[in-house]
């Protein structure tokens, strides 16, 4: 059992240790080096300022996740897509808690005005990543081949999408 909630300004630590484990040992993140704690706090005070969400999955006490989303580029036109982000600690893969985080930053970041959530996949491979994205309504919208090279290997991006809300069926102001 895990409970969903905001992340706080104790839980970076624990989420840098996630996410630099995907930094150093996969192809699921882009990023070469490990980005300090200090970054990591950055980059949520960043999506926070946003009024987006960054939500955390905690086991008895301990942070076993988290997911995020922020505008899909810095432009004031994307301000109502989002990519986003979900990581869990290696030892808790595959026990169906990505479907419970995900299916929760959706509602949060609908109830902030998002219509539309994308997926950037590194690495076709990530079938895991891929199944959840799936299993929770994104659709396969393209694939940029060989756009990124990590551990001597050129790396493709799949993007996924799933509008969310009213989706662009209705104008924002609505």
């Not at 996740?65 to 595959?94: M, Q, V």
Request: charged share 25%; hydrophobic share 40%; with cysteine.
């Amino acid at each position: 059992m895990i409970t969903i909630r905001p992340s706080r300004d104790d839980d970076i630590v624990r989420i840098t240790e996630i996410y630099s484990y995907y930094v150093l040992n996969t192809t699921y993140t882009f990023e070469i080096e490990a980005p300090s704690i200090e970054e990591m706090a950055n980059r949520r005070r960043d999506v926070l300022n946003k009024h987006l969400p960054y939500l955390v999955a905690e086991q008895d006490g301990l942070v076993v996740g988290y997911a995020s989303c922020n505008w899909f580029k810095p432009r004031a036109a994307y301000r109502f897509a989002t990519e986003l982000s979900i990581f869990f600690h290696k030892d808790a893969c595959g026990q169906g808690f990505g479907r419970q985080l995900l299916s929760a930053l959706i509602a949060k970041a609908e109830l902030e005005g998002i219509r539309k959530m994308i997926a950037v996949i590194g690495d076709c491979l990530n079938e895991r990543s891929v199944a959840l994205h799936r299993f929770l309504g994104f659709s396969h919208v393209g694939t940029f081949k060989s756009c990124g090279w990590k551990f001597n290997r050129w790396l493709d991006v799949f993007l996924m999408e799933k509008n969310i809300g009213e989706g662009d069926t209705t104008s924002p102001d609505n």
